[in-house]
């Protein structure tokens, strides 16, 4: 294995977790952002008041775009191991 072919693995690497914890971070990031305008707006100064909806909102992520986060990974997986022939000849 080259050095060329290790750095482009790290690279897919990162980018298919970049990929696939895209939603959940996304929708999470936007229900801390509505939470904090309304603590803001109320005047609530509770710090825990975000994390029930912040849960919530990942869980229906994950129920949404499971399918497909599991998908991804099992055909780039799929495709990593068969490069091994190549990797180790």
Do not use: D
Not at 13 to 18: M, V
Not at 43 to 52: D, L, P
């Amino acid at each position: 294995m080259t050095e060329g072919l290790a750095i482009q693995l790290a690279q897919e690497a990162l980018f298919y977790t970049i990929l696939v914890s895209a939603p959940m971070l996304g929708i999470s990031l936007i229900v801390g952002l509505v939470v904090s305008i309304f603590q803001t707006a109320t005047s609530i100064q509770e710090m825990t008041i975000t994390f029930v909806p912040k849960i919530i909102a990942t869980l229906l992520a994950v129920s949404i775009f499971g399918l497909w986060m599991l998908r991804t990974l099992v055909e780039y997986t799929t495709r990593l191991i068969s490069m091994f022939p190549n990797l180790v000849g």
